[in-house]
């Protein structure tokens, strides 16, 4: 059996572009790629906390250090410059592998600086 977990995370980043006719896809800071261990063309989830939407689509590399989160092709309609959105990427594990896995958790601030790390979200309090 495969449970499927969260791998990695970029939280609350920043959109900084979207264009919709460039190729589907979203372009990502590559120090935020390798930082957060999203690989290029590797299939992410994107939950705009702005609007709501919540899509699926892949990850491209943008130069390094530009703070680029661009949301391209048809899911350019879905988040705008300014939109706080979250990245995920999953992994399949077999049972024995999820009692050890940690994600790699990132946490960005408005311009997409990273503010901290971790591999573990807290226990949410009643």
Do not use: W
Request: proline share 2%.
């Amino acid at each position: 059996m495969y449970l499927t977990l969260l791998k990695s995370k970029l939280h609350r980043a920043c959109v900084t572009h979207a264009e919709l006719d460039y190729e589907g896809s979203c372009a990502i800071d590559g120090y935020l790629l390798d930082l957060s261990g999203i690989r290029e063309y590797e299939q992410i989830h994107i939950y705009n906390v702005a609007n709501g939407e919540r899509f699926t689509t892949y990850a491209i590399r943008a130069e390094s250090g530009s703070k680029v989160i661009s949301i391209n092709g048809a899911a350019a309609h879905k988040a705008k410059p300014g939109d706080r959105i979250i990245i995920c990427s999953y992994v399949g594990l077999t049972s024995q592998e999820a009692t050890i896995h940690k994600p790699i958790l990132v946490y960005l601030d408005e311009i997409n600086t990273v503010t901290h790390t971790r591999n573990y979200i807290p226990v949410q309090a009643a």
